[in-house]
């Protein structure tokens, strides 16, 4: 007896890569992205080779330590200040003594110079909350946005945000953002 054997039906597949393109655009389109979040800063070119390293006297660096509890300390040269955190996270008064230190020019013999010697050295020990690293550094940066926003007030009688490029880079020249950053510390 012959029997007859059928072959199984094929299925057509030339509308299953559609179907994936067509998915694959769909989730394209609808998944949202998370979109890194941090501080902008500008990090200082390579050094040449042999470069000297620049002496600061120690009245011209207005130390701030983090440490692992989130306790702060600040001072000129070496902290003593305790600076506490507010309700609504400002640290109002690290602000005030930030500016109080760059704008000195030499008033008190224990404070900076001059605006462009002027170095806040932040440090923290490792396990400080980034919450707390964060609210420090945006005090840091009030500091000096309010500096050169009076600065461009006195000068050009406009806020700093209206300035053109020019007259806000000679603005930030006489208030150079020098935060330096030393590595944690472990306890």
Same mark, same amino acid.
């Given at each position: 007896?012959a029997?007859?054997?059928?072959g199984l039906?094929?299925?057509?597949?030339?509308?299953?890569?559609?179907i994936a393109?067509?998915?694959?655009i769909?989730?394209?389109?609808?998944?949202?992205?998370?979109?890194?979040s941090?501080?902008a800063r500008k990090l200082p070119?390579m050094p040449?080779?042999?470069?000297e390293?620049?002496?600061i006297?120690?009245?011209n660096?207005f130390v701030?330590l983090i440490?692992? =509890?989130n306790k702060?300390?600040?001072?000129?040269? %070496?902290?003593?200040?305790v600076i506490?955190? #507010?309700g609504d996270?400002?640290?109002?008064s690290l602000k005030d003594?930030? &500016?109080?230190?760059?704008? =000195?020019?030499?008033g &008190?013999? #224990?404070s900076?110079?001059?605006?462009?010697?002027a170095?806040?050295?932040?440090q923290n020990?490792?396990?400080? %909350?980034?919450k707390?690293y964060?609210?420090?550094?945006?005090?840091?940066t009030?500091?000096y946005n309010?500096?050169?926003?009076?600065? %461009? =007030?006195?000068?050009?009688g406009?806020?700093? #945000?209206r300035? #053109?490029n020019e007259?806000q880079?000679?603005?930030?020249d006489f208030y150079p953002?020098?935060? %330096?950053?030393?590595?944690t &510390?472990a306890?």
């Amino acid at each position: 007896m012959a029997s007859k054997r059928r072959g199984l039906p094929e299925i057509n597949a030339g509308s299953m890569a559609d179907i994936a393109f067509l998915l694959l655009i769909f989730f394209l389109v609808t998944t949202t992205m998370d979109v890194d979040s941090g501080i902008a800063r500008k990090l200082p070119p390579m050094p040449e080779e042999n470069v000297e390293i620049p002496e600061i006297h120690k009245r011209n660096i207005f130390v701030v330590l983090i440490n692992k =509890n989130n306790k702060i300390l600040a001072g000129i040269g %070496s902290p003593t200040n305790v600076i506490e955190i #507010n309700g609504d996270g400002s640290i109002s008064s690290l602000k005030d003594d930030v &500016k109080t230190f760059i704008t =000195n020019n030499g008033g &008190k013999p #224990n404070s900076s110079d001059s605006p462009d010697k002027a170095v806040v050295s932040l440090q923290n020990q490792e396990g400080t %909350s980034y919450k707390t690293y964060i609210q420090v550094q945006n005090e840091l940066t009030k500091a000096y946005n309010e500096l050169r926003n009076e600065k %461009s =007030n006195v000068d050009y009688g406009k806020d700093f #945000n209206r300035l #053109n490029n020019e007259e806000q880079k000679k603005i930030k020249d006489f208030y150079p953002m020098k935060v %330096s950053e030393a590595e944690t &510390k472990a306890n």
